[in-house]
């Protein structure tokens, strides 16, 4: 079983960048089996799809929102993922998820919300206009 922690959150004004990182750990787990994502939830909305990244990094895929100011990145020997954010906006405010899923296509990128099967606890990305 894995376990993700999200850090990196914070308050930041519009056009400023944040560095969200996201740690795996557990006890029996291989990190480079998990497809990763990013997601996110704003006060009375959905959770919605941000970023995700392939089991080898080689694919990703992003929300439209995010393209040209979101980077998804992974480091499969320190189990860690990121999500670098630049530009950003007043509507990017809310609670960022990191999620991971077994996956056995090493190139697949998972977008979608309902086949993740583990998730963090989120960290709260505040930006001010």
């Known amino acids: 079983q894995v376990q993700l922690v999200e850090f990196g959150g914070g308050l930041v004004q519009a056009g400023g960048s944040l560095r969200l990182s996201c740690a795996a750990s557990?006890?029996?787990?291989?990190?480079?089996?998990?497809?990763m994502g990013w997601f996110r939830q704003a006060p009375g909305k959905e959770r919605e799809f941000v970023a995700a990244?392939?089991?080898?990094?080689?694919?990703?895929d992003y929300t439209e929102s995010a393209k040209g100011r979101f980077t998804i990145s992974r480091d499969n020997a320190e189990n860690m993922v990121y999500l670098e954010m630049n530009s950003l906006k007043p509507e990017d405010t809310a609670v960022y998820y990191c999620a991971a899923r077994n996956e056995p296509t090493i190139s697949y990128v998972e977008t979608r919300v309902h086949n993740y099967a583990t998730w963090g606890q989120g960290t709260q990305v505040t930006v001010s206009s």
């Open positions: 557990g006890r029996t787990f291989n990190f480079n089996y998990l497809a």
């Open positions: 990244i392939s089991r080898s990094g080689s694919n990703r």
